[in-house]
């Protein structure tokens, strides 16, 4: 049997069933099987403290030595708290955009989760938000369709409560979003 990489994985268990189940895994690159090994930690900085370094997931190789046939490159997985390009957790940046949709501006809604990022930093991932719509919509309308209660004026809003609804019983949208669709929420 053949399974897909996972790119996302929720907790430790999780990441044993990846481990474990490495060898039936085919290579995202060249979709070779059994050629798959653990290849280091992904790290980074805590949201809070830029002192403190975390692990924000892990590297896999698809092994060329030992006359392994595979191809030699790489590929990451990361925790589904993790936001990929910045430093802010997915539990974090779910408590942003809520502000935002319940109408406050970005800066004071990035102001009430007490994280020291730049305004520019800020501004960045507002941005990467705001492009990444389309496809965060496309991906939703798989699993939700966008009801009533979506029709807000503000396109950017109307994602936000769409993502809300689509993962209502979950306390993180985001993680679960990154989860479910096994892709990258930014
Ligand atoms: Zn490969």
Redesign the pocket.
Known sequence: MRFKAKRFYRSKNDFQDLYFGLKQIS??????IG??IMHGYLRGYDEKNYGKRIIRGRRIF?S?RFKKS????TFSVFKSNIIKGFNITADSLWKFLKNISNGINKFKSFKDIALSFSNTTIYRLYKRFKYQQTNIRTALSRIHLKSKTCSNKNPVVQTILHLKLAFNHLPCPISAYQIHFQKAFL
Not at 27 to 32: A, E, N, S, V
């Open positions: 290579c995202p690159h060249c979709k070779y050629t798959l698809c060329n595979g191809c030699g490159k």
